[in-house]
């Protein structure tokens, strides 16, 4: 079983809608989650750490279920710009970024 | 502010050539340093990473060796590259428990 499971999609969405990412993990200790966004042929970028009590910035919420070992990551009134890779990180450890495990990514395209 | 900054940005090498990717940090000192690779369609697999100078840990075995000669610079290597070695090559650092990428160089072996 892999470490970080997500749904490769592609997700195709309408300009203002909102859309939701589910991303599984093995390893019920743990400690540390995270999103990153990566653009086609870039780099990928932190979007935002995910806390147990879940977060919020802007139109992204990031929500952690231990119970169910899975993050998920809601965008609403997505926009164009909103389109790319979205990647699910876990850190098992406290500290160590050679811990951190990433999934395969969800593909994301919002159309006009 | 922390910077990273890897080349070349992209490479076209042919097989059974060498290989040389330099990644360098500015803004920190010490940091954890990693090379990452991501193959078409797939995640992102960790390849080396190294807690400080002349140290590295190697993840998966392959044909790539690491160095890091300097605090902050971290360079991949392959005295003969294959055409599995294809790829985006990825330099991160590390803060805490959250990493911070290069620009990549997209690695195509023909």
């Known amino acids: 079983r892999k470490e970080v499971e997500q749904d490769p999609g592609p997700f195709n969405v309408p300009e203002g809608a909102t859309v939701a990412f589910n991303c599984t993990y093995s390893?019920?200790?743990?400690?540390?989650f995270f999103w990153y966004r990566q653009d086609c042929r870039k780099e990928p970028k932190l979007l935002m750490s995910?806390?147990?009590s879940g977060n919020e910035d802007g139109r992204f919420t990031a929500q952690l279920n231990r119970a169910s070992q899975y993050i998920s990551l809601l965008i609403r009134d997505s926009k164009l710009s909103d389109s790319a890779t979205y990647l699910c990180v876990v850190n098992p450890y406290q500290t160590g970024a050679n811990n951190l495990f990433f999934g395969t990514g969800t593909r994301l395209t919002v159309i006009p | 502010s922390q910077t990273i900054h890897q080349w070349p940005a992209t490479l076209v090498q042919p097989v059974g050539s060498p290989l040389s990717l330099e990644c360098t940090v500015e803004g920190t000192s010490n940091p954890n340093l990693y090379w990452y690779r991501q193959a078409a369609g797939r995640g992102l697999q960790l390849l080396f990473y190294s807690v400080g100078i002349g140290q590295i840990s190697s993840e998966v075995p392959q044909n790539l060796s690491a160095s890091r000669p300097q605090d902050r610079q971290f360079i991949l290597s392959s005295k003969k590259l294959l055409l599995s070695d294809s790829g985006f090559y990825l330099c991160?650092?590390?803060?805490?428990?959250?990493?911070?990428f290069g620009q990549g160089t997209r690695l195509t072996v023909v």
């Open positions: 991160a650092w590390a803060a805490n428990t959250e990493a911070f």
């Open positions: 995910v806390y147990s």
């Open positions: 390893n019920s200790a743990s400690q540390s």
